[in-house]
Each structure stands twice: as structure tokens, then as C-alpha cells.
């Protein structure tokens, strides 16, 4: 018998994140920035992921349904079954936070399955396009909160201001500006670690859980005793747990 090759996609809204696995192993994976056309990017890896002949592909997109059907355009070539994951109101024991479960996020929910049901208290903060905190007790997903992050932040700074307008900088000292480029880098930073501290505060015991692509880089502000780790493929991890 021969081991099941499957393509797994992430698709946020800023990158697009893969693994090709043959049965437990990952054998290769990717992120790219799609930077609004998914669809298009797609096109151009599927030559790649069609090489390695994978019978079934599992999805989770946060992106529109007009968007999630051109994706599905751009796989045909694949010949293989594609199915989207969806928000389920209780899955592998998880129960889920929202009052309407299917206004949650599929990416939050999938990193949340992901670490659910290890009889532990986790906060899990998905750095990406918004900076988003979901608190999982267990099985139980008691809800979270969604930020703007770095990008958005910045920019909705120069649109919604006169004097703002902010050079390309870094993300990457906490100390007061002097200037306006850094004023405007640093409070971001400020503001989001900042976040995170004050949630996990009251409680040391609860681990943080940090994924996406600002990881590394919030990870380093953190200074809180709480257990910090970061888990790159979180929700492809949940995306797997979601099929199996
Ligand atoms: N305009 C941009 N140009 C380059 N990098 C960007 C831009 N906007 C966001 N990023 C970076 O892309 C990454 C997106 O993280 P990721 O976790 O893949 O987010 P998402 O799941 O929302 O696509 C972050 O590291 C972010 O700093
Ligand atoms: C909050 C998000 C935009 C985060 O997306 P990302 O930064 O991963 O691209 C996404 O999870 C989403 O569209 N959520 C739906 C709203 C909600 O979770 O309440
Ligand atoms: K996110």
C-alpha cells in the first residue's frame, strides 16, 4: 500500500502557507506573500504541487467566497479532491467560544484545535495581518480579541491623519521617538506587546502560544514569566487534525 500524499494551504490575507506531506511526514513546505491575489500565486505553484501527485487537499482560507472559488479554479489542474475547512461547534472535543461560530475566523479556530485538549491554559497569538488572541482553557475556546497589526496599523495612521506620513521603518525598539518614523514604529510595537502582556498578566500559568509571521520578532519584546513558545505551523497542524 502506498502512504497518502496531501497538499494542506493556508491562505491569510497578507501570505499563502503550504505543506506536502506523505503520511505523517512533511516533506516539503512554503510561505509566499500573495499580497491580494491568491489565486494568481496559486497558478504558479501548482506545476509544483502537481509533481508531487497528492490525492486530496485540505484548505483554510479567511479570504472571500469569490476569492475561494478562483483558488479552486487554479487547483483544477490538480485533478484532486479539495475540501475547505469550515467552523464546526465542537470538533476532536473542542468547544468553541463564539456566540456565532461560523463569524469565527477558520484560522484562529484551526490554531485553537491545534492545542486543544491538553488539560492546559493557552493564549494563542497569531502575529500575521491582524495581530489576533484567542484563550483556550483545555477544550473549552472562551474567545479573544482582533488588532490591527504592524502593516494595517501604519497605514491606517497615514490615511487617517495630515501629518503622518510615515517612512518605511523598523518594528523593532520600544524606547520613545524622536522622530515621527520612529514614534509611529515603536508605538505600534508598544501597543501590540503591550496587548499581550496585559491579557496573560493575572495568571503566569497560562502559556502563550505565538504563530505567523511576526512571531520572532513580538516574541523577542515579550517580557512576561508566562511559558512563551513559537509554533510556526500551528494551524496547518490544526488543518491536519481537522481532516484526520
Ligand atoms: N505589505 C507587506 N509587505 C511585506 N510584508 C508584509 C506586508 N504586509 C504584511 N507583511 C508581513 O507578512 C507576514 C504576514 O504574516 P502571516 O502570518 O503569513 O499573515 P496572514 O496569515 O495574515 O497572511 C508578516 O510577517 C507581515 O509583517
Ligand atoms: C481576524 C482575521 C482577519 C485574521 O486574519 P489573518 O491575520 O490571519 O490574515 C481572520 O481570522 C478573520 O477574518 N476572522 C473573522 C472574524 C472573527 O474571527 O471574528
Ligand atoms: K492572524
Known sequence: MTTPRKLWLDLGNTRLKYWLTEGEEIITSGAELHLQSPADLLLGLVDRFSNFQPSFVGVSSVLDSQANQRIKKSLKPLNTPIEFAQVLATSHGLITGYDHIEKLGIDRWLQVLAL????????????????????????????????????????????????????????????????????????????????????????????????????????????IPNPITVEDDLLLRGLRRYFS
Open 116 to 223: 486543544s485538549g491538553q488539560q492546559k491554559k493557552f493564549c494563542i497569538v497569531g502575529c500575521g495581518t491582524a495581530l489576533t488572541l484567542d484563550l483556550l482553557d483545555d477544550e473549552t475556546h472562551l474567545g479573544g480579541y482582533i488588532l490591527p497589526s504592524f502593516y494595517l496599523q501604519r497605514e491606517a495612521l497615514a490615511q487617517g491623519t495630515r501629518r503622518v506620513q510615515v517612512p518605511d521603518g523598523a518594528f523593532s525598539n520600544l524606547g520613545a521617538g524622536r522622530n515621527t518614523q520612529d514614534a509611529v514604529h515603536h508605538g505600534i510595537l508598544l501597543g501590540l506587546v503591550g496587548a499581550i502582556e496585559k491579557l496573560v498578566r493575572s495568571d503566569p500559568t497560562r502559556e502563550l502560544v505565538l504563530t505567523g509571521g511576526d512571531a520572532v520578532l513580538i516574541r523577542y519584546f515579550l517580557d
